[in-house]
């Protein structure tokens, strides 16, 4: 088993900095769903202070490719931080 740990300290954030967030989650979320080539069930994202935190399960390199692509080129994210690992990942048995 592994523990994600991804804790930052700091100040809140502001409620402008909340709604860009809530606009990149949304934006991410259209782009997986529109991909057809992607399964956007097997993986999950958080956005804090536009950085794009994504967990999930790829069924190969391609999908884990087009995951990431996508978390970038969504505007305005300044970071992504990927904890995506392959089904055939040796830690998934």
Request: net charge positive; aromatic share 2%; charged share 25%.
């Amino acid at each position: 088993k592994e523990v994600l740990n991804e804790i930052t300290v700091g100040k809140s954030a502001s409620l402008v900095s909340e709604a860009k967030d809530a606009r990149i989650s949304l934006s991410l979320s259209g782009l997986l769903i529109a991909d057809t080539e992607v399964a956007d069930i097997n993986f999950s994202h958080s956005v804090s202070k536009q950085v794009i935190y994504l967990i999930g399960i790829a069924s190969d390199e391609i999908e884990l490719n087009k995951v990431i692509h996508h978390a970038r080129t969504v505007k305005g994210v300044k970071k992504v931080i990927s904890h995506i690992i392959l089904k055939n990942d040796k830690r998934r048995l």
